[in-house]
């Protein structure tokens, strides 16, 4: 089955613990990409990720790192997070950028709570 | 600035009863206009893409439409299942960025 997969699902960590969260896509996208949700904001991109060893900052990069050492891994980094980093994250990945005629396929999504 | 705007935040209505959902925006070029829908604990899911004013597209019982300044996600006949939050999203044609709206809640009741 073609699929986003994040792990973990839902996360509880204490302020300025390293954390990262794994995303895994099976259907060969050269794009990729991490959103967060927050109620009433929309969906905001932290990073995206053109092809292997291409990355870029999104509109909210600030305190996130990523990498894409694999074309089908692109894991998120909070190497200190903070409470106000507490939120939804999706990863998202497609062919080409924005997805074209077929959209991104997202993941289930992690949600985060920093305490 | 670039912006989206979805309206109504959130739209109750009963099974059968249609209506539209109103995705409006400014931007300064645009590439694209994207529907998704989103189900609580999920991930949003692809549904449209529009390109040009004019262009239309339906899925089952739904029908996106594009103009220059808005687009409309007409919902015909809708069915308890049709209840989901429904996303729009602009991609620019500067830097293939997406902005994304707020979303419309739908619920549709028995």
């Known amino acids: 089955e073609a699929q986003v997969t994040q792990n973990p699902r839902y996360l509880i960590t204490v302020t300025g613990k390293k954390l990262t969260v794994t995303c895994s896509q099976n259907m060969n996208h050269e794009y990729m990409s991490w959103y967060r949700q927050d109620p009433g904001l929309g969906l905001r991109q932290i990073y995206y990720s053109m092809n292997v060893e291409v990355t870029d900052k999104g509109d909210v990069p600030e305190g996130y790192k990523v990498s894409r050492k694999e074309k089908r891994n692109f894991p998120l980094i909070l190497e200190s997070p903070s409470p106000n980093q507490t939120s939804l994250y999706f990863c998202a990945s497609s062919f080409g950028t924005g997805g074209g005629n077929y959209g991104y396929t997202f993941g289930s999504g992690t949600r985060l709570t920093v305490v | 600035e670039d912006q989206v705007t979805q309206s109504p935040e959130a739209l109750r209505l009963q099974e059968g009863e249609s209506s539209s959902l109103n995705c409006s925006y400014t931007v300064s070029g645009l590439r694209g206009l994207f529907w998704y829908r989103q189900d609580p604990g999920k991930g949003p899911e692809f549904l449209f893409t529009?390109?040009?004013?004019?262009e239309e597209k339906e899925k089952e019982r739904l029908k996106a439409t594009l103009t220059k300044k808005e687009s409309f996600l007409h919902i015909t006949a809708p069915k308890p299942e049709d209840s989901a939050t429904y996303l729009c999203?602009?991609?620019?044609?500067?830097?293939?960025?997406?902005?994304w709206g707020a979303g419309t809640k739908l619920i549709i009741k028995p």
């Open positions: 529009l390109y040009s004013a004019g």
């Open positions: 999203a602009v991609q620019l044609d500067s830097n293939y960025q997406l902005i």
